[in-house]
């Protein structure tokens, strides 16, 4: 896989409310192949479900082996090729560290947000850093109302926002992970 130094993560917790209190954001049916199969086509070595709460891993482990293992797999053998890059944490922590465990090195944090920090960076130079292979990466996508601002400004890098036509900027994790990876991985972006 060409970008198999590059991960990518759905992180349900930590995630602020409308309020940035820290709370914990369900795991929806959608987020599974709408992201899995982005990350299949820009060939990406996994996607983490950051997700705490065992009633939710429960319904994601059941998804993964439905699409992996069950009657998914050979249903519909694509979408089975994109679930199995599929891979249930905890922790953003338990991630990083099966990253380096598989790799051999502790990847370097990329966060997405709607605004900048000393350390965003344009999509053009984080394509660049990321071709260069020398490191592993896993990429933070937020849900909820974002990621709590301490774990964004910890981050080795933040992607500059997605901006739109106007004013309105709240995008689903699921348009924002396709368009994220567009730009760092077609050959014919901008």
Sequence with gaps: MKNSHVFISVVHYPAVNKDKKWVVTSFTTLDFHDIARPARTYELGGYYIVQPLEAQQFVISEQIKYWTEGFGSTFNPRRAEAAKLVRLVSSITEAMEKIKEETGKTPKL????????????????????????????????????????????????VLEPILGAGEYNHLSVRNASAIVLDRLFSPNRC
């Design 110 to 157: 990329i966060a997405t947000s709607a605004k900048k920090y000393p350390q965003t960076v344009s999509y053009r130079e984080m394509a660049e850093i990321i071709s260069k292979k020398e490191d592993v990466f896993l990429i933070l996508m937020g849900t909820g109302w974002g990621m709590p601002e301490e774990l964004v400004s910890s981050c080795d890098y």
